[in-house]
């Protein structure tokens, strides 16, 4: 069975700066999508970025963007220009390329911007 | 557009009764919708997948006689706690997808309050 760690229950980033926030997965599956969604306090689950597996190139998304390493079975999220906004939990997910579609979530990061 | 609704927002029964929670895709078709359920601090939880016209599929540890859940048609999704007692009070989040893209669409959750 699949499996996501987020091993960093918190961090925290000055506004502006940069940080990057970690996410591992175990799979035995080639083909697969990794997803990050941020949580702000009203709780909505709002799409940050998504990765194809088959995709060697990293996904970016503004001042968000990825560092996928497949053989290392690593999905770190870089948060760059760090905004107030940017305050949330952060949760990394997994999603089998067939089957069920259903999602396999990590633990979540809770990410504190400090202005 | 995927847009994902959820009613009520937050609802406060007493513990004995019964309560619905829709989830709507208000602009797209869903052949998959899912429920979860999530305790504060933490992270998703998924109880079951439903498919259209189909029986949900529950996770292990979900008591099916509790939660009903009928999808009966691609829009819409229903969650029914029947017999509610005060631990089922939770956050409960409804997502929905196309199959196509790997993406769930997730609407804003429902607070349940049993008294």
């Known amino acids: 069975a699949q499996t996501v760690t987020q091993s960093q229950p918190e961090m925290s980033v000055q506004e502006a700066e940069t940080v990057t926030l970690s996410c591992t997965y175990d799979?035995?599956?080639?083909?697969?999508?990794l997803f990050w969604y941020k949580q702000p306090p009203s709780r909505q689950m709002i799409l940050v970025i998504r990765q194809e597996a088959y995709k060697q190139q990293n996904a970016t998304e503004n001042r968000f963007s990825v560092n996928f390493q497949k053989a290392a079975k690593s999905f770190s999220l870089k948060i760059s220009d760090s905004q107030l906004g940017d305050a949330a939990m952060y949760f990394c997910?997994?999603?089998?390329?067939?089957?069920?579609?259903?999602?396999?979530f990590g633990t979540g990061t809770r990410l504190k911007v400090l202005a | 557009g995927a847009v994902v609704s959820q009613h009520p927002s937050w609802v406060i029964c007493k513990s004995g009764t019964s309560v619905k929670i829709e989830c709507r895709s208000l602009d797209f078709q869903a052949t998959t919708m899912f429920w979860y359920r999530q305790f504060p601090k933490q992270s998703l939880m998924l109880m079951a997948t439903?498919?259209?016209?189909?029986?949900?599929?529950?996770e292990q540890g979900v008591e099916k006689d509790k939660f009903l859940i009928n999808h009966a048609s691609l829009t819409l999704s229903t969650l029914t706690v029947t017999s509610a007692h005060p631990e089922d009070s939770s956050f409960y989040i409804c997502?929905?997808?196309?199959?196509?893209?790997?993406?769930?669409?997730f609407g804003p959750g429902t607070r349940l309050t049993v008294t």
């Open positions: 799979t035995s599956e080639s083909d697969y999508y």
């Open positions: 439903s498919n259209e016209g189909s029986k949900a599929t529950y």
């Open positions: 997502s929905a997808s196309t199959g196509q893209g790997g993406e769930q669409y």
């Open positions: 997910a997994y999603r089998s390329f067939s089957g069920t579609y259903k999602y396999i």
